[in-house]
């Protein structure tokens, strides 16, 4: 026999929760000396005021959020990097274990002081800019949408760059729209890092979608070279449409910049193929490392300037 079998209705409600319950929740269908029996006798756990779990054993994830979001309280929720990878985005939370890993939470700055917090990790912010409509309806546990929650990851991170990663991750993953961002940008005028955030997004828009392409894209504007049309796509030889992370048309000219998926043996392979087609059709390919693009931006600009010689109807400037 179950602990639930004896409170009808109970095993329905702890499923659709993950075991994870308020405590005037619990009393709609336990008792309260019931409700204080399971917790002194150690088979439900109780992490903060408010909130028990039904279960003695470690914490899931997704308990440890749902009590984070129930402990936000009413207009609050999961936020930033949390929300985020919860809804799909990849490559931020592969570090670090549950017990290290911050769950990011977001309240209304007008909310009532909390006292005692459950052993949780917890990264809380405060906003006078969180409605209703910055939380998704559906979701459970409660989070923030993914525009809202990218824009918020960016602000957060420890760096410049890790912020530019986060926005530049989220379009290139497909996940939000680039002026659904913007839009989130626009409406806070203290939001930190608001200009470089700005300006991440106007170069994304314009084809940088991955961190690599930001990182050349400050090349070209540094060291003052034409600018290239980004992301532009082209039919092969097989029929097959390819994109190309820069070309000079007018100089028959292409860069390509290369991250760690281009030392796969197929995707290798799919590289070299297409430089062959683009020789073929009278243009001339220079790749480049990621790494170098970002450490070494001077010898970059020195090959770039190099191959876009005099007498290919571009214009650079000295």
Known sequence: MTDEDDAPGLADLLSWHDRVL???????????????????SGRWQQPCRGIVVAQSGPL???QALRIAALWAGPGGALAGLTA??????QGFTDRGQL???????LV?????ARRMRPDLPLAVHYSRLLGADDIHPLRRPPRTRMARSLVDAAAWMATDRGAQAVLAAGVQQRLVRIADLAAIV?????????????????????????LSELDFTRVIRRYRLPPPDRQASRT????????????????????????????DAAQYWADMDRDNDLTVDGYRVLRFPAFLVRY??????????AALRPGAGIQIPA
């Open 99 to 105: 017990a290290e890993r911050p769950i990011h939470l």
């Open 108 to 112: 209304p700055a007008s909310s009532p």
């Open 186 to 210: 626009a409406r806070n005028q203290r939001l930190p890092r608001r200009g470089m955030i700005t300006d991440t997004l106007e170069d994304i828009a314009g084809g940088a979608h991955a």
């Open 22 to 40: 308020r405590v005037d929740s619990a009393m709609k269908i336990l008792t309260r000396d019931a409700l204080r029996w399971r917790v002194s």
């Open 60 to 62: 899931t994830e997704l």
């Open 296 to 305: 070494h931006p001077g010898y970059v600009a020195r090959k770039i300037r």
């Open 84 to 89: 985020a990878s919860l809804d799909g985005l």
């Open 236 to 263: 092969d030889s097989a029929g097959r449409r390819r994109w190309l992370d820069a070309v000079w048309k007018t100089a028959r000219l292409v860069v390509e910049v290369d991250g760690r998926h281009h030392m």
